[in-house]
């Protein structure tokens, strides 16, 4: 997965590895986590991961409900959860850590003619 990570606050932020859960109409059917980086203030940076999926979970969702998703709709819609860890920085001076929870919907859309989408 690749997520954009915007920071509009006049400090920047570093954060630590962190470890989110891929949800599925309910069902937790992936994993994925994000090495700890740091962000300068006013600015967007592009954050890639592997997400491992579990394949018991996955068939627990509605299988059916997935696929028409993906060949009725075209997209499948998933939520993003976790916890991160981070610290904010500012004039050099770092604060301690601060947690905070995220949750993020995510669409991944079925593209069977790249040209098109």
């Known amino acids: 997965m690749l997520f954009t990570a915007r920071n509009n606050n006049i400090a920047g932020i570093k954060y630590r590895d962190s ?15 994000v090495r700890g980086f740091y962000q300068a203030a006013h600015s967007a940076r592009n ?19 997935l696929v028409r998703d993906v060949t009725v709709y075209d997209r499948v819609e998933l939520r993003v959860m976790g916890d991160v860890s981070a610290k ?12 905070v929870s995220i949750v993020a919907s995510t669409v991944i859309y079925h593209c069977p003619h790249v040209f098109v989408c």
């Open 19 to 33: 470890t989110f859960t891929i949800m599925y109409r309910g069902v937790p059917v992936g994993r994925g986590v």
């Open 47 to 65: 954050v890639e991961t592997t997400v491992s999926v579990d394949q018991t979970n996955l068939m627990q969702a509605d299988a059916a409900a």
């Open 88 to 99: 904010i920085r500012i004039i050099g001076i770092t604060s301690p850590s601060v947690q």
